[in-house]
């Protein structure tokens, strides 16, 4: 049982490169999330995703972008990094959009931009 | 603004029991979670309260007052595997989920 899975789990990056983060699930679930986690805060939401060829923005959506072209995949791309997007990025999915149970997460994905 | 607090950091001895908690103010409420982060790995699920009183799990237990925004996680029996950050969590009216910063339990012999 897979579950979520994270790619890649380790990556340094220059500043300014092109960098995509994947997620895929085979759990079927239409809910899914991107969530950076830095040291001192909490997970920060960037962005998310109810059902299959929607998305909508997260607490911090600044210099990220994401697609949801089918259930399983959630990609999320930093168009041009910059040091401050170094973080933890977890991927999460859940059943549906609201009031449907717990998250489930990935393994995540350490970035580091230099 | 919506807000979540918890202790940064808690020390307790194996074998006994610690009270960890959570005070939050939030735009709507429907539900509190608490998750388990063991260092370098993914928050992994423990509990959930959407109504007031103590869900009871073991040796988890999760008590929630709605009315006083205010939840606590009680892990009894302490091990050291239970050395890890317990991260509490409100879903709120739009059913986001808004994040504590975690507390992280050291467990001492």
């Known amino acids: 049982i897979a579950g979520i899975t994270q790619a890649p789990t380790s990556q340094i990056l220059a500043a300014g490169r092109r960098m995509t983060l994947r997620c895929t699930q085979d759990?079927?679930?239409?809910?899914m999330y991107w969530y950076r986690q830095d040291l001192g805060l909490g997970l920060r939401l960037i962005h998310y995703?109810?059902?299959?060829?929607?998305?909508g923005k997260g607490e911090v959506p600044d210099g990220y972008s994401v697609s949801r072209a089918n259930t399983d995949d959630f990609p999320l791309t930093l168009a041009s990094a910059v040091p401050s997007q170094t973080s933890v990025y977890f991927c999460?999915?859940?059943?549906?959009?609201?009031?449907?149970?717990?998250?489930?997460f990935g393994e995540g994905s350490r970035l580091t931009v230099l | 603004g919506q807000n979540i607090d918890q202790p940064t950091e808690m020390t307790a001895t194996e074998g006994a029991i610690v009270q960890i908690n959570c005070t939050y103010q939030?735009?709507?409420?429907?539900?509190l979670f608490w998750y388990q982060q063991h260092a370098g790995e993914a928050p992994t699920f423990l509990s959930y309260?959407?109504l007031d009183g103590l869900e009871e799990k073991g040796r988890f237990s999760s008590f929630l007052s709605r009315s006083k925004g205010y939840s606590y996680l009680l892990l009894k029996e302490l091990q050291m595997k239970d050395s890890a950050s317990y991260l509490c969590?409100?879903?709120?009216?739009?059913?986001?989920?808004?994040w504590g910063a975690g507390t992280k339990l050291i467990i001492k012999p």
């Open positions: 995703s109810n059902t299959a060829g929607t998305t």
């Open positions: 939030t735009s709507g409420f429907n539900g």
């Open positions: 969590a409100v879903e709120d009216s739009n059913y986001q989920l808004i």
């Open positions: 309260n959407v």
């Open positions: 759990m079927r679930h239409n809910a």
């Open positions: 999460a999915s859940r059943k549906d959009g609201g009031n449907s149970g717990e998250l489930f």
